[in-house]
Every structure is written in structure tokens, then in C-alpha cells.
């Protein structure tokens, strides 16, 4: 990495982390395949440190959008047993890795620094499952944890959606189908470095393709594992940045990344709900790269960009 590539990053603990993996070379994720992507991130994550304490932490069953499917797996987290607002996570990894360990230390960080509780949400996978399984999950995981809101966290009330990445996606279409099919809103949508184009048509996904980490051929594998047909990649049931009109959303946090192929795309979603009435919080994390959230152990600056999403998260619920 050059000298220029280091001083445009947020601290030398992330120039080193990227040369790592740079040198380590190895084949691109549509080398590997899905499954044994699945398989290395096991392996990464098994016998990690766990993350920090919470109240209660349980495992349990979704409803899932139809009879035939099965029920989604999900995890509770509780900070205290107090009421608190409760958030629906939805996690990222191109809608094909990923699920409720890749995220759990996220979640309790989440927790605890939003003062929440946290349902996490495994939805189905793609190339199993395409388009529409991950956001009919998604909505389906919504609706279930508005009906159980009081005896999941003591509090009533529809809950907030979040995600990063690729579950910053599935949040986004949760607010968009909600809206669509009248039905109550989540409380607010919290989207960190959100995948909102899935034509990869910004100038960040040419600008940001290779060198920080996430490429663009890795977005562009995992696309097509989710929505093989292109033609379809811009119907805004799919993209949310092509939806015609996102008035009458609910209040967003979208925070992005200086150095993220999926940048452009994230900073303008945050453009067009303000453009359209919709209360926002955005900010541009400079010298940050994508995944930033899973992070905070690497580099002393992810774990700071992380503390300012909780607390953005914290504003937009508790304000």
C-alpha cells in the first residue's frame, strides 16, 4: 500500500490490516463459492472472544412470510431488563455469508451503547434462496417482532429496523414494503454502509473497486447471487435508491464510508429522503472502509466510527 493510500486512512491499524490482506492474496469470493465462504467464516469466528456482557441473550423462532417456509432464526439481546425501544437487525455479507455469530458482537455493542434491545434476524441465504426470500424474511421478521414488541422488550410499539451492508438493504425494503402495504411503520430505519443500487452504476463502485477491503467484484458476485436476472436489479423492489417516491419513510440514520465501493450509493439514499421530507442523520466516515462495524478490535478508529452510529442510533430512538 502507498504512502498516499495510508495517510487516507483513518489509522495506521487499518493501512496495516489491508496490506495484510493484500499479501495474503487468495482467490475472489466467486472463486471460492458460496459454501465455502460459509465455511471460512465459521473457522475465522470459531473460538473468537466473546463480546461484551449483556442482561439476557436468547435464541428463538420467527414466523416466517408463508406456511411453507420454515421459521427464522433469531437472537434477543437485552442490555437490562428495563423497557427499552427494540431494533430489528438484519446482518450484512452480499446477502450470501453471514447470520447471527458473524454479528453478535455487533448486536451487544449495539445494545449497549443504543440502550436497546436487539432482535437479530437470520434470514435465508442466497444462491439458495434469491430474491425475494432475504426480504420477504425481513418483513416477515418485522411484522413478528411488532405483534411480540412488549414481551420481547418491554416496550410496545413498532420496532426500528437496522442493518449493515446487505441488511442495510433489507432494512431499507422493510420500510418500503411497510409503506406499500399500509401497514405500520418501523420507528426508524438504521442503515450502516447500506447496499441501495444493486447496478453498481455509482462512481464510488469504479472509484473504490479494488485495495480498501470490500471490491466491487465481490459486491457485483454476490448481486448476481441474489438477483441473477440483471434486467431486474433496478426495479426498486430490489434497489431501493430507484423507488419514485420515499416520502412518508421513517427517520433515518445512513452513515457511509470515505474509502466503501458501495459509498455513492449509501450518500445518495441519505440525499433523496431528505429530499423528500424524511428526517435523516448522515454522515460520511472519513478515512473508514466498508465493514467497519465488525471492526472495532482491529483498528482504534472503526471502534470510534462504531461508538458514533450506536449513539446516532441512540438519538433517532430515545429523541
Not at 463480546?51 to 417456509?69: I, K
Not at 454479528?103 to 449497549?112: G, S
Not at 431528505?274 to 462495524?293: C, D, K, Q, S, T
Request: overall charge negative; charged content about 25%.
Amino acid at each position: 500500500m502507498g504512502n498516499d493510500e495510508v495517510r487516507a486512512l483513518a489509522d495506521r491499524e487499518l493501512a496495516d490490516y489491508l496490506e495484510t490482506e493484500r499479501r495474503a492474496g487468495g482467490p475472489a469470493a466467486r472463486e471460492l463459492g458460496a459454501v465455502e465462504m460459509r465455511r471460512r467464516q465459521r473457522q475465522r469466528l470459531a473460538g473468537g472472544p466473546a463480546g461484551p456482557e449483556v442482561a439476557e441473550v436468547r435464541d428463538l423462532l420467527v414466523d416466517g412470510p408463508a406456511v411453507t417456509v420454515p421459521p427464522i432464526p433469531a437472537r434477543l439481546y437485552r442490555p437490562t431488563l428495563d423497557p427499552l425501544p427494540l431494533v430489528v437487525y438484519l446482518h450484512g455479507g452480499m446477502w450470501t455469508i453471514g447470520g447471527l455469530d458473524s454479528h453478535d458482537r455487533l448486536c451487544r455493542r449495539l445494545a449497549l451503547a443504543a440502550r436497546v434491545a436487539v432482535l437479530a434476524v437470520d434470514y435465508r441465504l442466497a444462491p439458495e434462496h434469491p430474491w425475494p426470500a432475504g426480504p420477504d424474511d425481513a418483513a416477515a421478521a418485522f411484522r413478528w417482532a411488532a405483534e411480540h414488541s412488549r414481551e420481547l422488550s418491554g416496550a410496545a410499539g413498532p420496532p426500528a429496523v437496522a442493518g449493515d451492508s446487505s441488511g442495510g438493504h433489507l432494512a431499507a425494503l422493510t420500510c418500503l414494503r411497510m409503506r406499500a402495504e399500509d401497514a405500520p411503520l418501523p420507528a426508524a430505519q438504521i442503515l450502516a454502509f447500506p447496499n441501495t443500487d444493486l447496478t453498481l452504476s455509482r462512481p464510488s463502485t469504479r472509484d473504490k473497486a479494488t485495495g480498501w477491503g470490500l471490491t466491487t467484484d465481490a459486491v457485483a458476485w454476490g448481486v448476481a447471487n441474489f438477483v441473477a436476472d440483471a434486467a431486474r436489479r433496478a426495479d426498486p423492489r430490489v434497489s431501493p435508491l430507484f423507488a419514485a417516491d420515499l416520502s412518508g419513510l421513517p427517520p433515518a440514520v445512513v452513515v457511509t464510508a470515505e474509502h466503501d465501493p458501495l459509498r455513492d450509493e449509501g450518500d445518495e439514499y441519505a440525499a433523496c429522503l431528505a429530499a423528500a421530507g424524511v428526517r435523516v442523520r448522515h454522515r460520511r466516515e472519513p478515512g473508514m472502509i466498508h465493514g467497519f462495524l465488525t471492526m472495532d478490535r482491529l483498528a482504534p478508529s472503526a471502534a470510534t466510527a462504531g461508538d458514533r452510529f450506536f449513539a446516532d442510533a441512540a438519538a433517532i430512538l430515545h429523541g
